[in-house]
């Protein structure tokens, strides 16, 4: 690990100023996926600005009816939250399927929003990784991509999003509220909030130098039915090959978004509106237009079987 500069901050304005004022400077909250990257110098922050003393880590209803997610409440607390179990069950379905009781104990909810892929040519130093080292190629592409993209990639990259918690996210519409340095807030749908990886698969999300996520909000809730299934390798602690997070109504209409098969949370508005002619309508609007390589491609009939299951399961119920 290379030597840092590490401070805390007592606001959340004085933690967007210090980031800017300190190029290459990185935020830490539950440090659950950066302490890991700089343990192998893909993270090399110069100076750390730790967040924990901010009175982020709050629930609290808005005044439209839904739920404001402080930036700094753990995964586990999420999870746990009556009002989320209730209402929002799909992210919390989605929490307790990822990583362990442990990490969720620590993770934040920004965090889990902003962790890196998982990719093992982004973990080897000694790949070419264009995420990583931008400009150095993907090795992945021709190497071992089984458990990597298969729709919304790029040719410079194709790598997934690995977190199972933006998915429901997606699928719920949440909004990303920030601060900037300059003081001003700003509010980002979170279907804007990740970058497609184009020719500079390092820029992951949208978020400008020095700007720090305060919260999530989520809309008011929709009823339906809420399903969140994840498929992996092994039973625990591990991420998704393909993972289905739906809301279905007594109507068949509903929304429908995956996880595991690309750069962010996989959603199309069509595959929504495609959810009362069945399975393979919503699978042809969701992955039609997939590219995958010969180690993957066997994510789309796991993804299209994935989702005939969990369609099957939410019209069942009364």
Known sequence: MKAFTYEKVASPLEA???????????FIAGGTNLLDLMKLEIETPVHLIDVNGLSLDTLEATPEGGLRIGA????????????????????????L????????????????????????????????????????????????????AVVGASEHCIATHPSDMAVAMRLLDATVETINPDGTAR?????????????????????????LIV??????????????RKVRDRASYAFALVSVAAIVQTDNSGRIALGGVAHQPWR????????????????DRLLGDANPTAANAFKLVLAKRTLASVLAEARAKP
């Open 72 to 95: 700094l409440v753990r995964n586990t607390d999420l999870a746990a939250d009556m009002r989320v179990r209730r209402d929002y069950a799909v992210p919390a379905r989605a929490l």
């Open 16 to 26: 967007a100023v210090q980031a800017q004022q300190n190029p290459g400077a990185k």
């Open 215 to 228: 919260a999530v909000i989520l809309p008011p809730p929709v009823g339906g039915t809420h399903i969140y």
């Open 97 to 148: 399927a990822g990583a362990s009781g442990q990490l969720r104990n620590q993770a934040t909810t920004a965090g889990n929003l902003l962790q890196r892929t998982r990719c093992p040519y982004f973990y080897d130093t000694n790949q070419a990784c264009n995420k990583r080292t931008p400009g150095s190629g993907c090795a992945a592409l021709q190497g071992y991509s089984r458990q990597l």
């Open 268 to 283: 199309r508005p069509a595959a929504d509106d495609a959810l009362v002619d069945g399975t393979q309508a919503v699978y």
């Open 187 to 211: 509010a980002i749908p979170i279907a804007d909030f990740y970058r497609h990886p184009g020719d500079t698969p390092h820029l992951e999300t949208v978020l400008q130098p020095g700007e």
